[in-house]
């Protein structure tokens, strides 16, 4: 660790001013100490105080400048929000991607097979910068084997063995490389947790790993570990926010609920003419057509997935009740402005929203009314789980 950042979040420590980032209180700062926003978010679980409010993506270029290989981590829940900066000209020539959480994947569907899907949205996106590879991995699964996710030595290393991981925010980069350092056996969280769990009295320290939370904007600069065992020194940075996905508006705690947790929500509901499915408070979709329509929703596990008529739909969304609301009243910009679209669906096709969710037909195609929030990224994709896929 480099002296005097904090190894949570990034940022540099400083006991002058307690209302400002990476505060630790004077005579404290020592290695491996946490500052007072990471301290809190690890014991209390709160998260409070300002953002660094750096140039983040002028951070992360710099990091990437002075690395070989670039790790960057999307998440598998969002992969279109994932890719939406301009990755080839942010980060090093050579990248490879990472699509994490590939425990939320439904068993039907096959890892390689979310990895081509990966691949292919690059291509499309990206079509003058080649991948290195594309893995899908999981931070959190058990029996996760470093050498088998995310098998480094398996690249040819770049001189000097820097290695950069980037990402938007809470894609899980911080945690990959909690799992990392724990492999490497450089961590101690590891060992603390374990005696926590047999009742070990002993005070807890402070973890030297960064600091992982449901909130995004969690590492706010950079962190260098070196990992010996990989021959690499690998380096966290803050996650971007490119202001197109659904999180991108709301405030940290809505927007950490809006991530897939243990599971995603499935509903598979038939859906007459005129039915309606609400995703929260935030969007909805209505059946078009003359005749019900099979359709799966995904989202969230704490997101309510609501099916219900035409003319409910508008109240409930004006004045969420309580169950439904995906958006606080203090989100700070979420203007409760939602933009109408009407597509016509085929199966093998989804309807993404970015951040929040998608939507299939089954069988045969579907006219939707679809309210979208303002500036969220939605429209018709390739189905990216299981079975045939239409191309948009
Ligand atoms: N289900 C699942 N959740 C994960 C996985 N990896 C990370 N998460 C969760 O995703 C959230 C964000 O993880 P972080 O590691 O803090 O993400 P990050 O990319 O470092 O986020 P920022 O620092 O905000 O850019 C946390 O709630 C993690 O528990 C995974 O493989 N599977
Ligand atoms: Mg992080
Ligand atoms: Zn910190
Ligand atoms: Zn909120």
Redesign the pocket.
Known sequence: MKNRVCPGCGVALQSRDSTAPGFIPAGKAGNGLLCRRCYRLLHYGSFEGKDAGANLPGLVKTVAGKAGLALL?ADFFDLEGSLAPDWPSLLSRRIILLV?????IPPRTSRKEVAAWAGALWEKRFPSHGLEAVKT?????RGFNPGGGINLRSFPLPPGGKVVLA??????????LRRLLEAAGTAKQGKQEKQKKQGARTRAKAPVA?V????????QGMTGWVLEKYGIELF?T??LVPGTRMPDHLCPACA?KL????RLNVKLWELPPGGTVLFGNLAACRNLSFSPRTMVFFAGDRITLHRTSGNKAEALLAQAPDWLQAACPECPGWNGKRLEQVVEIQPGQEFYISGLGWLGVKKEPAALHLLVPEKVEAGLRPAMLGGERTPV
């Open positions: 981590v994490n959480k590939g425990d939320l991995v999981s931070a959190i699964e990402g938007v925010t809470n894609t899980g980069k911080s945690s990959l960064p992982v939370s449901v909130y995004p904007g969690t590492t966290d803050p996650g950490g991530l897939p947790h243990r």
